[in-house]
Nanobody, 121 residues
Framework: QVQLMESGGGSVQTGSSLKLSCSAS?????MAWFRQAPGKEREKLAS???????KVEDSVKDRFTIAKDNANDTLYLQMSALKPEDTAMYYC??????????????????WGQGTQVTVSS
């Protein structure tokens, strides 16, 4: 059974940086970061394939980066220049059989419990 656990969220001020981590256990596969603000749909932010290829969505590509430490099975999301509109619950997700860059939220097999990021002005 795959388990994902996010950490690193918190309350920060506008312009700050945060690095989220997602510890994965129980298997491999492509992975991605999503976020969901209250009353909004879950938004895909970035994905990384098993061959290391990365895709960061246009909405955050100038400020967010994704990386994975395969030795420790840990996924990261480095966020910079945070804005109040970045306030959301952030989730990591994993999928098997195919690429993550083309998948939407419901096509991911496993999810973490989320970590809250709050950005104040």
């Amino acid at each position: 059974q795959v388990q994902l656990m996010e950490s690193g969220g918190g309350s920060v001020q506008t312009g700050s940086s945060l690095k989220l981590s997602c510890s994965a256990s129980g298997g491999g596969g492509c992975m991605a970061w999503f976020r969901q603000a209250p009353g909004k749909e879950r938004e895909k932010l970035a994905s990384i394939e098993t061959d290391g290829k990365i895709k960061v969505e246009d909405s955050v590509k100038d400020r967010f980066t994704i990386a994975k430490d395969n030795a420790n099975d840990t996924l990261y999301l480095q966020m910079s220049a945070l804005k109040p509109e970045d306030t959301a619950m952030y989730y990591c997700a994993a999928a098997w059989g195919g690429y993550c860059f083309a998948r939407i939220a419901r096509e991911f097999n496993y999810w973490g419990q989320g970590t809250q990021v709050t950005v104040s002005s």
